[in-house]
T-cell receptor, first 113, second 113 residues
Framework: DADVTQTPRNRITKTGKRIMLECSQT?????MYWYRQDPGLGLRLIYY???????NKGEISDGYSVSRQAQAKFSLSLESAIPNQTALYFC????????????FGSGTRLTVV | AQKITQTQPGMFVQEKEAVTLDCTYD???????LFWYKQPSSGEMIFLIY??????QNATEGRYSLNFQKARKSANLVISASQLGDSAMYFC??????????FGPGTRLSVLP
């Protein structure tokens, strides 16, 4: 099993629909993150959580919300999807003070039509 | 604020040749880490190499080495003996030890047979 699992892998949804992207990890890391990737822009941080009771907005949080259900689970919601939220979404985890950087999930490719 | 610049949107290299991917960064922190990730066409993010800001020696991992020039704030990735499987997007990233990462826009490397 992958260390960081994202579901679904691919999703097409209609404008205005609510959609949830899920992430679970077996790394035992406290820190979890959601990023979106757009061509030419690299990865941009949406939300991050340093423990179950800690949720923080990232660079581009508007239009998104998150829930940290447990240490191992961090979900991202689009309350009312719009076409410019079409992107590749990554969940990642990290351990404090290590040189290992992030462990990424395989990504969710979301298309809003 | 931290910032990563990758000035090469695309690079070509002949198989078996070495290639350098440029990365410059901007930070006022004294303690930070620099990371390189590879993203093949399948989409996953693969951690390649790490350099700490206090490390005196350049990091190496197999065919990957990081040319770290702290005064110039550069952290170039050198891939030796390029292989066809090295064709991918490459992202430079920087994190403080709060592990908030900033990613560059990426460089697409194409290895020619």
């Amino acid at each position: 099993d992958a260390d960081v699992t994202q579901t679904p892998r691919n999703r097409i949804t209609k404008t205005g629909k609510r959609i949830m992207l899920e992430c679970s990890q077996t790394k035992g890391h406290d820190r979890m993150y959601w990023y979106r990737q757009d061509p030419g822009l690299g990865l941009r941080l949406i939300y991050y959580s340093f423990d179950v009771k800690d949720i923080n907005k990232g660079e581009i949080s508007d239009g998104y919300s998150v829930s940290r259900q447990a240490q191992a689970k961090f979900s991202l919601s689009l309350e009312s999807a719009i076409p410019n939220q079409t992107a590749l979404y990554f969940c990642a985890t990290s351990d404090v003070g290590t040189a290992d950087g992030y462990t990424f999930g395989s990504g969710t490719r979301l298309t809003v039509v | 604020a931290q910032k990563i610049t990758q000035t090469q949107p695309g690079m070509f290299v002949q198989e078996k040749e070495a290639v350098t991917l440029d990365c410059t960064y901007d930070t006022s922190d004294q303690s930070y880490g620099l990371f390189w990730y590879k993203q093949p066409s399948s989409g996953e993010m693969i951690f390649l190499i790490y350099q700490g800001s206090y490390d005196e020696q350049n990091a190496t991992e197999g065919r990957y080495s990081l040319n770290f020039q702290k005064a110039r704030k550069s952290a170039n990735l050198v891939i030796s003996a390029s292989q066809l499987g090295d064709s991918a997007m490459y992202f430079c990233a920087m994190g403080d030890y709060g592990q908030n990462f900033v990613f560059g826009p990426g460089t697409r490397l194409s290895v020619l047979p």
